[in-house]
């Protein structure tokens, strides 16, 4: 996601009014006002964070593991690119759940505010590996959990983590760095994960010995790992699968602001990480081969991706309701109680956009979806709502995501076993439109 430069005081804080314009998936985003600068260094992230449970006996221990110091695969400040390793057992040892993480990718309107939000992310995660824990020993919910009770599929896999660290979606390069303040500013996000699966091969043999890899990820990592599923494809024997969750964000224009936000910071991305290579999907510069910012938004890659998917997706992400249409009516309750008539319609159009989208997209043989009509925030993989019974599509039909992701990976003959866009507006998937507010906020946050 995105991060307005709004709201910002003397002391480097955001306001909880631009917060929402922030989706950091792996920093503590629970104090108001935010500090990004000294949020991270805070001995664990946010997933752990918020997902730790003090007194649980660990089922999982992810170790951090960095690129060599001379690799090309730099963060924006120059630091060489972390993951986290939590290594399967048994059978399931070569299975490999690969996840890239979500959250601030640096393009906006202009150069000047892109370059601003990569040099804010320099003292983060989101820009830099220096303040990544050596390790971290905890019960992480969803599809990262080494319980068997909560991830029954993937607990015993080999679980690696790909920390966001270079602002741009896991692809561009340029060689040397951009100057901005007297800093040195790196693009480096194809370097990054093609040295990554380099380490893993390395240290696995995962193009010879692994036999199911799954590209997942959350936000701006569901595009980073649809980007790079025909490229490790090639690479690999084993059989490559892809898990986007809350990556589709429509190209549309903000009816307040006159600009298609995303299109104009796709393009000012572009301008910095891809002057000197396209995407790390061919097929997509193929079809858009002056246009390769195009790739980066979920419409225009999923055809592209010659892998079966499984999309993951609210059709009331708040996100991209505040960002795409500038529509920020939606209460603490998830509802569209404060809503207007103009901006309840404009949801609804953006709606059902994405819901006609999402049906394309499971035509194709293979792929599969579950996409409720509930008002949520993105990373639903990695949260209770992973098993959470609140959260199903259809309403009561028992389809929460783990189960519907389950019968997907399985390859179920019936596709009403793993294809579920909610067919209802809210608040008619009222389960999950009446949660409370703590629920939203260990659920989202």
Same mark, same amino acid.
């Given at each position: ?127 830099? $590996?220096?303040? +990544?824990? /050596?390790?971290? =020993? ?8 080494? @319980?068997?009770? %909560? #991830? ?93 969750? $809350?990556?589709? +964000?429509? /190209?549309?224009? =903000? ?8 299109? @104009?910071?796709? %393009? #000012? ?177």
């Amino acid at each position: 996601m995105f991060c307005a430069i709004v709201g910002e005081n003397a002391e480097g804080t955001f306001t909880r009014a631009s917060q929402r314009h922030c989706l950091y998936n792996f920093a503590d985003i629970t104090t108001d006002p935010i500090n990004y600068k000294t949020m991270i260094n805070r001995p664990l992230f946010s997933v752990v964070v918020a997902l730790l449970v003090a007194s649980a006996v660990a089922d999982s221990i992810f170790n951090k593991a960095l690129l060599d110091s001379t690799s090309p695969g730099v963060c924006i400040d120059g630091s060489p690119a972390g993951h986290f390793v939590s290594e399967g057992s048994g059978v399931n040892r070569t299975k490999f759940l690969l996840y890239f993480e979500g959250g601030l990718t640096c393009g906006e309107g202009d150069l000047q505010s892109t370059l601003e939000i990569c040099y804010q992310n320099l003292e983060t995660n989101q820009g830099s $590996s220096k303040y +990544l824990p /050596d390790s971290f =020993n905890g019960r992480l919910a969803g599809i990262l959990s080494g @319980d068997v009770a %909560i #991830n029954p599929h993937f607990s015993d896999w080999t679980r690696i983590i790909f920390m966001y660290c270079d602002g741009a979606m896991y692809q561009g390069h340029k060689a040397a760095p951009v100057s901005y303040k007297s800093t040195d500013l790196y693009f480096r996000g194809q370097n990054i994960t093609q040295e990554r699966f380099n380490w893993l091969n390395a240290k696995y043999a995962i193009n010879t010995n692994a036999t199911d890899i799954i590209l997942a990820g959350s936000d701006d990592g569901a595009i980073g790992a649809l980007l790079w599923a025909n490229h490790l494809q090639d690479a690999v024997k084993g059989k490559v699968r892809v898990i986007a969750d $809350s990556g589709v +964000l429509l /190209d549309v224009v =903000n009816p307040t602001t006159k600009r298609p936000h995303f299109q @104009d910071a796709y %393009i #000012n991305i572009m301008k910095l990480s891809n002057v000197e290579v396209g995407t790390p999907c061919a097929e997509c510069n193929t079809k858009y081969p002056t246009e390769r910012w195009r790739c980066l938004f979920f419409e225009n890659l999923y055809a592209t991706v010659k892998q079966s998917m499984f999309v993951v997706d609210s059709l009331y992400d708040e996100e991209s309701f505040g960002i795409s249409l500038g529509v920020d009516c939606i209460d603490s309750f998830g509802t569209l109680d404060l809503c207007n008539a103009t901006e309840k319609a404009s949801i609804e159009g953006y709606k059902s956009g994405v819901v006609n989208l999402l049906n394309k997209a499971t035509a194709i043989s293979g792929n599969g979806a579950w996409a409720p009509a509930c008002v949520t925030r993105g990373g639903l993989l990695t949260k209770p709502t992973w098993t959470d019974n609140t959260f199903q599509t259809p309403m009561n039909s028992g389809y929460t995501i783990e189960k519907s992701v389950n019968n997907w990976f399985l390859g179920v003959a019936e596709p009403e076993k793993y294809k579920h866009v909610d067919t209802v507006s809210w608040p008619n998937n009222a389960p999950c439109s009446g949660v409370t507010t703590l629920q939203r906020s260990l659920m989202t946050e």
